[in-house]
């Protein structure tokens, strides 16, 4: 049976009105996953599920669904350049001793080197709590046998790890949605999860301060929401808790070593950029496929600094920034640099100061005390800045308060010997 025509006009019109409709989703789906977030992330971030199967452990599985993000993410072989801190910071000799840091202390290169990196870090290991961050099969195993894996052997463990950081760290197995597989992120961010976009949390799985739980030397992030996710914040959490990671052997101070909290540093308060970018659009940046997944672009995997990936200096910068951002991010880096060393120079003077007023024997217990308690804070301070990635380039304004409460801590402190 034939329809009849404004029937036939009617349909189409609901077509095309159908069409519209599916163009706009699709188009805000688009934007939605390409735009930076503005403000809060409004999705709560996909978690890994704890206990179950894991189907998917290498890399290699995703070779041919996804080839550009393969391909790209095999590229970090090449930021294979390390700095020996120990030879270029003589200072640290000093500041870290009493910890093998002050001994062994090599700078960071790209994540397909972990495994021989921790292998090789000069420094002891007792047990497997070292290998948290350098590889998918330790998340695996904590995630699916729990936190009694933190304190087993190293040796051990390490004898069965085969993948650097890899695709489960940020996917699970998934393939392709951003999941935060450590678990102690999910516990730090507390009911704050879903203000932070998946990108910040996906390195920030990693690249972040932390400590081993007394309890079972389990890693954990000393915070537990974005409001005690600051410098001061968790400095007064560990001297709540007494939290020592080594004693000067000169000084009797109970030091604190910090790690590596970008994910702190640039979330932080100061920073220009939180709330527009994330990491990945700074790190990664979306680029041309010639192949494979997607719609002719894809995240590349290769993670190094910003300054040099031209493509992300011509499109993401440069939509902000006027001129050369290489010159801004290197004035700054050279600013904190500086101060970095000069308040560095300054807790030297304080720890030869104090380890003279110790072997001296004409301080009571109580003052020696009060000294060693403004040395632990100062260096907390100090470490916070000297250990961050960026160099200050993350957050300039909280890495320069850093080091002027360290200074005025090292201040108070000479004075009282
Ligand atoms: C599972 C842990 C883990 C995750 C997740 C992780 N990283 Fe890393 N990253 C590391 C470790 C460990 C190193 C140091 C590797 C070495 O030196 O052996 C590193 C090194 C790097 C480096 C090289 C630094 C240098 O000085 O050359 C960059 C850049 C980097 N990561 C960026 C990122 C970004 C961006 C993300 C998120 C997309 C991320 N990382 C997520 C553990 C991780
Ligand atoms: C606005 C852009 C921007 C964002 C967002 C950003 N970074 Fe960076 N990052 C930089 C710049 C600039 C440097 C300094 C690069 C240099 O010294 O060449 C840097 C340095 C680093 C380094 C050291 C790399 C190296 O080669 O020395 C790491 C690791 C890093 N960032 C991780 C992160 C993590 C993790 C996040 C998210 C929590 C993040 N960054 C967010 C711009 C950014
Ligand atoms: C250190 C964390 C990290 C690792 C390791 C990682 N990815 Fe990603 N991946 C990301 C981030 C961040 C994005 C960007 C998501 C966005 O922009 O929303 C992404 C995006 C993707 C996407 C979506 C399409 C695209 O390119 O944007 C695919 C597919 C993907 N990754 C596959 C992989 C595969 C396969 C591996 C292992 C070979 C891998 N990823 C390893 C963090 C990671
Ligand atoms: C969405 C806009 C936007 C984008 C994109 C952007 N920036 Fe910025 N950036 C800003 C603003 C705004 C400031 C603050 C300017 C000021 O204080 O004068 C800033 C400041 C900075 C600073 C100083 C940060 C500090 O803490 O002192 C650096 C370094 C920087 N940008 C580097 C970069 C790099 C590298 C990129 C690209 C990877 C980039 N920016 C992309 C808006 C942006």
Redesign the pocket.
Known sequence: MKKNVSSQRGDRILLICLAVLLCAFALEFYLQRKTPAAGAANETAQVVDTGSAVKVVTASHWQNEYPDEYASFLRNEE?DQVVDYVEQYPIIATIYEGNAFGKFYS?????T??LE?VSETGRPHGQAKCIT??TSDY?ILVNTEGNEVYSRPFDDVMAKMNEA?SCY??HADSGDSLVVTHAYLINAMGNDLSQVEPENL??G???VEYYFAAEDQSTTLPYTSLETMTPEAMLAYYNEIGFVDYVNPRTGTEQLKAQHPEFETFLGEGSKHAGMLT??DC??GVTTSSQGYGIGTYSDHY???PLEKPEILNTTCARCHEGDVAELVHAIQDEIEARTIEVGEKLVALTNALAEAVESGKYSEEELNAVRSLNRDAQFYWDFVFVE?SEGAHNSELSRNCLNKAEALIDEAMALL
Do not use: E, I, W, Y
């Open positions: 930021n700078s960071a290169r790209g994540h080197f972990t990196d961050c350098k998340t950081v760290n940020c996906s390195c799985q990693c690249h990491c990945a790190h990664m993670l190094v600094s990635n």
